[in-house]
């Protein structure tokens, strides 16, 4: 006999997992997310820049770098939000 859905969720949201394999869970879906950010980020090189031109009296030194990792990482709201700077 079929177990209705609440049964199954109930079953499955019951086990138990370890902060190990959560954080595996994590990290391999971290993958993807930074390799699309890092073709995104080569992709949109006018982004990098007028980011780079807003860090630049913040950080002198890192800027350029400061603006290529937040393009990266952020880039699902560079996407959705293009003049965001």
């Known amino acids: 006999m079929r177990q209705p859905v609440r049964g199954r969720a109930r079953r499955l949201l019951g086990r138990k997992v370890s902060v190990e394999a959560m954080i595996e869970f994590g ?30 009296p913040l950080l002198p030194a890192a800027a350029d770098l400061a603006a290529f990792g937040m393009v990266a990482l952020l880039w699902p709201l560079f996407a959705v939000v293009p003049d965001l700077c």
């Open 27 to 56: 990290l391999w879906l971290a993958i993807p997310h930074i390799l699309i950010g890092l073709g995104y980020s080569l992709l949109r090189y006018e982004t990098i820049t007028a980011l780079e031109d807003r860090l630049q």
